[in-house]
Structure formats: C-alpha cells, structure tokens
C-alpha cells in the first residue's frame, strides 16, 4: 500500500486507499468464497438423505365380506381400499390441499380441516383441494394385495 | 521489626473490614450515582445501561409517544426467556415422551403448571405486542431517515417473533400442536400449487423442499420435533438477541425516538425541576478522537427539554417491564395453557386450527394455499419491510398519524378495510366460490382468483385513490397499512371464532355439530 | 416520573399478590392435595411418585411401569383396584 508522497493529505483522510489493491482484493474474495462454500456444505446437512419415516410399500389382507363401496383402512395407514366387481383399488387418504386425512363417507370422502369433498374416485367436488386424490399402486402378493403409498396409477386402475 | 508486623496486619485488618464498602466503591467507575453528574457517567460505565442515551427527551417521555410497546415486547421476551429456560429442566424432545413431560410439567412440577402459562401467556402477549409496536412505529412515521434500517431490523425481528412462536407450538406434541404444525408444514409445501400448474413440479420441487428441510421427514414425526426444538431453543432466540443488539443500539444511534421537527417549541423542561445543563449548543461532536468525520444527532441542536436517563426514563421502563409482568400473570393465573390429547398421526382434528396469528392465513388458505400460505403474505412482507424506501416525505413524522390526510384518511381507511373484507368474505361464505359454480374449473383460476387476493386488489385500488388525492405517498401508504390491518383482524376472528368442523361457518362454536 | 412511579409501584404490588395467590393455590388448593390426604392405610399416608398407581387394598404404591409387572394388578386410575 503506497501513495505518493507528493498528495497532499487531510487530516480525515490520512492514508486513503489504493484504487487497485489486488493483493487484498484476492484475499477478500477468498476468504468469501470460504465462507460461501462452507455455508452452502452447513446448509446441506438439515436436508436428510434419507428419510426415516417407515417403509410404504405394504401388504394387506383384505376382509372377505368388503361390501361394494365400503372403505376399508389398514391400521395406521392413510389409504382406503376398495373392492368391487372389476378388482381392488387403494385411494390415498391425504389431502391434495394441506395434507389433512381424508374420512370416507356415504359419498365419497371429506376433509376436516377445510372442507374439501372428493367423489368415489376421488375427484374433488368441494373446497379448495387443487387436485383429486391419488389412485395408489396395488399388486398382488403379501398376504394378498400389497400396496405402494408411493406409487400412483391412473384414476380407474383395478387389480 | 515488631512493629512493622503490628502495622501490616493492622493494614489487613482495616482493609478486610472495608471490603464491602470498598467493592460498592469499586463498582461504579465514576463514583456512586447520587448527582445527575455522577449518575450520567454511570449511565454510560455500565455495560447493561450503556445502550441508553444519558439524556432523554422530554417528549419521548409522555405516554402517548410509544405507550411503552417496545418495551412490552422485550420484557415479554424475557418473560419467555426465564420461564423457557425453567421448562427445559424437565421437557424432552421425543414424541410421546414430549406428551408425558408437559402432563408431568403441568400436573407433578412444583410450579410447572403456572411456568408454562407464564410462558404461553407472554409469548402470546409478545406477539401482540410486537404487531402494536410496528404499527405505532408506521403511525408515527419513525421509519423515515435515518430510521429506515431500524425498521428493517424490527421488521425482522417481527418474522422471528412469529417463528419463535410457532416452532414452540408443535412442543406438547399434543393433538392440537399435530395438526397445526402439519398444516403449517403443508402450508410451506404450497408452491407445489403454481409449479403443478406449470407442469414442472417434478424438475423443480420448491414447495417438498421447504417442507422436507422444516420437518427432516415426510411428515411431522421425531425428525420434525427434534427440529422445531432446536429452533425454539436455540437458533431463533440467538437470532432474536442479535437483532435485539442490533435494533437497540439503532434506536440510540438515530438519535433516539423520532421528533417533529418543532419538536422544542411543543415540550418545554419546567425550569424549576430540570436545570439546563448546556448553555450552547454544539457545533459539532467529537468521535473516536476526530478521526472519524460525520455527525451525531445532537450537532446543531441543544441538548435542552431533556432530562436525565437516570432515574426518568429507568422509571418509565422499570414500570412498564413491571406492567407487562403483571399482565402475563394475571393472564396465567386465569387461564390454563391447553393440553389436549397425545398426537394421533391418523385422526386429523376437527376443526384442525394453526396458532391464532396464523387463523387470518389460514381462512385464506381454505381457498387458495398458495396464495393465503405463500402469496398474499409474501406481499404484504416485502411491502411492510420497502416502506421506508418508498415513502421519503418528511411530513409528520414523530405525530401520529403524521402525514396528509392524517387521523381521518385513517378512518375512513378502517371503514373500508372492514367493510370490504367483511363484504368479501360474506359473499364467500353465503354464495361458495368459482368451484362451487363451475366444478371444472383450472386450478391457477382459483389461484389467482380467490376471496384473499380480491380484498388485496380492492386494497392496492384504495390506496392508489388516496395516494392520488393527496398527492402523496405517505397517504396511499397510511391507506394501505390501515386496510391491511382491517383485513388481518376480521380474517383472523372469523377463523378463530366463526370456523367450525370442515371449516364451516358457524355463528358461535357451541353450534358445532358433533363429528 | 411520578406517573411512571405509580405504575411501577402499581404493578409491582400487583404482581406481588398474585405470586402469594399463586402459591396458595399451588401448596394447598390443587385437587390431589386432598385425594392424597384419603389415600392412608394403617400404616399412615402413602407416599407420593411419579405416574403412580396406589392400590390401598394390596397396600401397593409404584410407578405405572413397575406395578402390573410386581403383583400382576392393572391399574386404571389414580386407585386402580
């Protein structure tokens, strides 16, 4: 850091600086891409690799007397399944709105936290869900259907 | 040599004697505060005092110039702070075992049960207080220069208030801390929204992000109450000390409180109780030895119609920390924090509720998620926090309701704010909205086309009418925070008292119908 | 400042009473003060833990995860019998 000596200084001013201070300028920088690159490596770590919640894919027995159109919910799943005459279909039972659990009812099914009604095949008839409810993934096996909550399958598909 | 032992242990025993006094003494660097002179340097000595200017005005002193909000918000800070800490002693981060160690807090704990109440209280009372302070601050116009980065700070601190409490509110792990906090966490996915829409959610996930990084998982779960934890105790209230730091020191390097300009010719000090200290004013101040060049707020003004910090203005906070105390207490004495069930991933609440400042959000939510979690408050964020950049009038600042238009474009901009929102919101309730018409309606329609972002276009239209008539910005501003603040109330009532099973409106909660 | 003064006076005695309220009530009016003071067998009062389960005709009193296991009892309140 030179300055002529000829320059008059103020007394506010006494050593101003250098326009072009590559040394401090390079420095400078590194130390905040350092830090940047650190942040970015700290930032990192709250999002999980892998997601501890259990296993979605499971398998269901379902009851022999199903009637037609009645729900059937396994323990401690959010999943409705149903049979018919054309096979067994699972819908998913969480709200496309804010995640809330749907409840089967007469008519389909129904949101409790902001009203959203979804028909049979769960397309939304009410309320502010912004898309129907998913059809799930159901494939035999297991101690008879096994189910997928991660896989989704066009409205309509039966097993 | 005899007698030189005789007088050392004499030294010693007269020495050991005035410890106490001489520790009293070695205390206060200027000598003990009994003059206005004595007291000042000890003002400025003291570590704790020190963020307090040594002279107060007088105008800063009445009442009606802040009615102590500001300090109400710091003591319920630290309300929280003390009454947190003493939870901590028994609470653990666990599901179920979270639900047991409040049971244990509210039913075994000696004084469990009263700490936590404190704690909710004041916490719910931070909050009021905090939106009160910031618009007293807006009222008065206190943001404009040299204030404008102060308001950012307090705008800041404004989201961390918010987040402190919200993170606080999944810790009973109760049914009611379940689905408020999953309703919070969906409300973070919302973007998903406008990404489904565009077709590109599965390139760019804004919306599942947010949410994963919040709740560590899929859904609220351990990951998610180890989080909102170490958010609650830890991260945030850091957060909100170093702003505090930052907001305090502001306050006093701005020259304290914002005055009218006239601010002399309004408050005269009474001459018998107050002797003016300073017989000139001073042309300029001197800093870190003259080297550095700039001007302190005093340069140019006589330090007259002020009066000593020390014991003025300690009274006037002593009193109102002592205040809010109170208030916290009574509040805590006559109502129990609630604890309901444990958490049931599988059985939604019903009505499921989010915290009460959130109710407002959320009756816009039951229409548009995007836009009543994500949009609509984005905007009136960056809006509150771009105040003091886009209006730089001086008019009125340091009055209430300062500015053209004053008190009465106020008025009428509560009449309105009430009125439309009140109106919106009728017709939502009583006729539906567009799906109940036209079932097949896209979903970016409902979007953009919702109760929420109707009352925010009639809002924006009011202002501009005002800042048009008045020709000013400050008046279009005095609007729109008037109206904002109108539709925050009438939307958070009817979420808190007219939302029922379904979210259905009800006239009085006992009409709710049984699910 | 004498306004200022009252207030924090005021408050400050406010506050004051409502700890002495809060204390009384805390020591002597919660509720399982006086279920505590039935709960006696011949041998005087049973003693009080945490999550407890008393069994006054098996002169029992234990934590909830070690009661069914010691006497082969369920308890189903705070007197499960």
């Known amino acids: 850091m030179t300055t002529k000596p000829t320059e008059k200084r103020s007394r506010f001013e006494p050593e101003p600086m250098p326009r072009r201070d590559f040394l401090g300028l390079a420095a400078l920088a590194s130390m905040a891409a350092a830090f940047f690159v650190s942040m970015f490596g700290m930032l990192k770590l709250p999002k999980a690799a892998v997601s501890a919640s259990p296993a979605k894919k499971f398998s269901v027995a379902l009851p022999d007397a199903l009637p037609v159109g009645e729900a059937f919910v396994p323990p401690g799943r959010s999943v409705a399944v149903f049979r018919d005459g054309e096979g067994v279909f699972a819908i998913s039972t969480v709200c496309t709105h804010l995640g809330c659990i749907v409840k089967p009812n007469a008519n389909g099914f129904e949101c409790p936290c902001h009203g959203s009604g979804f028909s049979k095949d ?17 494939s035999k096996g297991g101690s008879g259907f096994v189910i997928d909550e991660e896989a989704t399958v066009k409205t309509g598909t039966k097993v | 040599m005899g007698e030189a032992n005789r007088s050392a242990l004499n030294e010693f025993w007269v020495n050991l004697k005035s410890v106490p006094s001489q520790i009293y003494r070695a205390m206060f660097r200027g000598g003990a505060p009994v003059s206005d002179r004595t007291r000042s340097s000890f003002v400025f000595g003291n570590v704790f005092l020190h963020l307090h200017s040594v002279r107060t005005h007088l105008w800063s002193l009445r009442w009606s110039a802040t009615m102590g909000l500001g300090i ?9 702070l003390v009454t947190g800490v003493l939870l901590m002693f028994y609470y653990k981060p666990y599901p179920d075992v979270a639900y047991q160690s409040i049971k244990d807090i509210h039913f075994i704990v000696p004084t469990g049960r009263f700490m936590r109440n404190i704690h909710r209280w004041a916490a719910n009372v931070m909050v009021v207080a905090v939106l009160l302070h910031m618009a007293r601050a807006f009222y008065t116009a206190s943001y404009r220069k040299p204030r404008e980065f102060n308001w950012f700070i307090g705008w800041g601190l404004l989201v961390t208030t918010l987040a402190l409490s919200f993170t606080g509110y999944l810790l009973p792990w109760d049914q009611l801390a379940y689905w408020a906090i999953t309703i919070g966490a969906n409300i973070a996915q919302s973007p998903r929204e406008i990404t489904d829409a565009m077709g590109i959610t599965q390139f760019f996930d804004i919306g599942a992000l947010q949410r994963e990084v919040l709740l560590g998982s899929d859904k609220v779960g351990e990951e998610s109450l180890i989080r909102f934890y170490l958010l609650h105790v830890m991260i945030l209230p850091i957060v909100m000390a170093m702003l505090m730091a930052v907001h305090f020191w502001r306050i006093r390097k701005d020259g304290g409180l914002a005055k009218p300009v006239d601010v002399d010719a309004r408050v005269k000090a009474d001459a018998q109780e107050h002797y003016p200290v300073f017989t000139e004013e001073p042309k300029k101040t001197y800093q870190l030895a ?83 979690g994500i949009g609509i408050p984005m905007l009136c964020w960056i809006g509150l926090g771009l105040i003091p950049f886009l209006d730089k009038e001086t008019e009125g600042t340091g009055e209430w309701f300062g500015g053209p238009g004053g008190a009465k474009l106020v008025g009428w901009s509560m009449i309105y704010g009430f009125a439309t929102s009140i109106a919106v919101e009728a017709f939502a309730i009583r ?31 009011f202002s501009i009418w005002a800042l048009k008539r008045f020709n000013s910005t400050r008046a279009g501003a005095l609007a729109l925070f008037t109206c904002f603040l109108c539709g925050f109330i009438v939307l958070t009532v009817i979420g808190t008292y007219f939302r029922g099973p379904n979210w259905e409106f009800f006239w009085s909660p006992s009409d709710w119908s049984a699910h | 400042m004498k306004k200022n003064k009252y207030l ?42 945490l999550r407890q389960i008393v069994n006054p005709d098996l002169r029992e009193s234990g934590p909830l995860r070690d009661l069914p296991r010691r006497n082969g009892t369920r308890g189903t309140g705070p007197f499960g019998s």
């Open chain 3, 8 to 49: 924090l006076l005021i408050s400050s005695l406010g506050v004051l009473a409502l700890l002495v309220a809060a204390a009384i009530s805390e020591n002597f009016l919660k509720e399982w003060h006086a279920i505590q003071g039935q709960a006696r067998t011949q041998e005087g009062p049973i003693d009080v833990k």
């Open chain 2, 290 to 372: 003259a080297v550095v060049k700039g001007r302190t707020p005093a340069v140019g003004s006589g330090p007259e119609n002020t009066v000593p910090s020390m014991p003025h203005l300690f009274y006037a906070e002593l009193g109102v920390l002592m205040f809010t105390t109170l208030i916290c207490l009574v509040l805590a004495f006559v109502s129990d924090a609630p604890l309901k069930e444990l958490a049931n991933p599988l059985v939604p609440e019903n009505p499921a509720k989010a915290p009460w400042y959130f109710l407002g959000l959320q009756e816009i939510v039951s229409f548009s998620a995007f836009m009543g």
């Open chain 2, 431 to 461: 006729f539906g909205w567009l799906r109940e018409w036209f079932p097949d309606i896209p979903q970016l329609v409902i979007t953009l086309v919702n109760p929420g972002t109707v009352i925010t276009v009639l809002y924006a239209g």
């Open chain 1, 122 to 138: 769960g397309s939304v008839t009410k309320g502010p869900a912004p898309k129907p409810l998913p059809w799930l993934k159901v």
């Open chain 2, 72 to 80: 109400i918000t710091t003591a319920a800070f630290l309300i929280t």
